[in-house]
C-alpha cells in the first residue's frame, strides 16, 4: 500500500506571494492533518480535516487555510508569505479521528521563504 | 496547562548501550501518549502509543515506554543501542478522544557511538 505522499518536496517563494501544498493520503484514509516544523518552535498542529470538514485548528494566523477533498487528498495554502513560514510542513493521514488510530506521515514539503 | 516536555535535546551512548530517552507531560486529563522517530529527511514514524491500556508499552525496532502516572512521565528505553538508532525521537500527547491534534515535544537527538 503507498504511503502518504507530498508534493512538491520543495519549494521557494518569496515574501508576499502565496503557496499551496497538496497531500495525498494513504487509500481509506479519511483524517488528514498538517504540522509545521521549525528549528525555533517545533513540530506545531496546524489543522486536521476529515470527511471534507475541518476537525480542529491550532494557533496559527488565518493566512494559514486549508481543505479537503471527496477523495480525501488535502492541500494546505498560506497566503501573504512571511519569512517566518519557512519550515518543514508534514501531512499525516489516518484511518479515522482520534488517538487510536496511528497517523501515518509523509515525507513534508519544505517550504523557504526569501 | 496542558504540555509536554522533553529533557535533553542530545543525548549520546555507545553502540550496545541502554537509550533512556526522557519524556513528561502536564495534564488535567488523562492523555494519549507517543514516541515518534524521525530520520533525516524523512517524515515521522509512530514507535509505540499509550492510549490507557498497558502501561507498559512495547514498539518497533526494540523499543519500549512505560506510563507512570505518579511521575507524570512516559520515558523510551531500549536496552541496547544499534547505529541505525540514530536519529531525532519526539515525544507527543493528545488530550481529546476524538481528535487528531498532537502537541509534540521539542524533540531528542539520540547519537550512537560506535
Known amino acids: 500500500k503507498a504511503g502518504v505522499t507530498q508534493t512538491p518536496r520543495y519549494l521557494i517563494k518569496t515574501r508576499g506571494q502565496q503557496v499551496t501544498l497538496s497531500c495525498s493520503p494513504i487509500s481509506g484514509h479519511r483524517s488528514v492533518s498538517w504540522y509545521q516544523q521549525t528549528p525555533g518552535q517545533g513540530l506545531q498542529f496546524l489543522f486536521e480535516y476529515f470527511s471534507e470538514t475541518q476537525r480542529n485548528k491550532g494557533n496559527f494566523p488565518g493566512r494559514f487555510s486549508g481543505r479537503q477533498f471527496s477523495n480525501s487528498r488535502s492541500e494546505m495554502n498560506v497566503s501573504t508569505l512571511e519569512l517566518g513560514d519557512s519550515a518543514l510542513y508534514l501531512c499525516?493521514?489516518?484511518?479515522?479521528?482520534?488517538?487510536?488510530?496511528?497517523?501515518?506521515f509523509g515525507p513534508g514539503t519544505r517550504l523557504t521563504v526569501t | 496547562a496542558q504540555s509536554v516536555t522533553q529533557l535533553g535535546s542530545h543525548v549520546s551512548v555507545s553502540e550496545g548501550a541502554l537509550v533512556l530517552l526522557r519524556c513528561n507531560y502536564s495534564s488535567s486529563v488523562p492523555p494519549y501518549l507517543f514516541w515518534y522517530v524521525q530520520y533525516p529527511n524523512q517524515g515521522l514514524q509512530l514507535l509505540l502509543k499509550y492510549t490507557s491500556a498497558a502501561t507498559l508499552v512495547k514498539g518497533i525496532n526494540g523499543f519500549e515506554a512505560e506510563f507512570k502516572k505518579s511521575e507524570t512521565s512516559f520515558h523510551l528505553t531500549k536496552p541496547s543501542a544499534h547505529m541505525s538508532d540514530a536519529a531525532e525521537y519526539f515525544c507527543a500527547v493528545s488530550f481529546e478522544t476524538g481528535a487528531n491534534n498532537l502537541f509534540f515535544g521539542t524533540g531528542t537527538r539520540l547519537t550512537v557511538i560506535p
Open positions: 499525516a493521514s489516518s484511518l479515522e479521528t482520534g488517538p487510536f488510530y496511528e497517523q501515518y
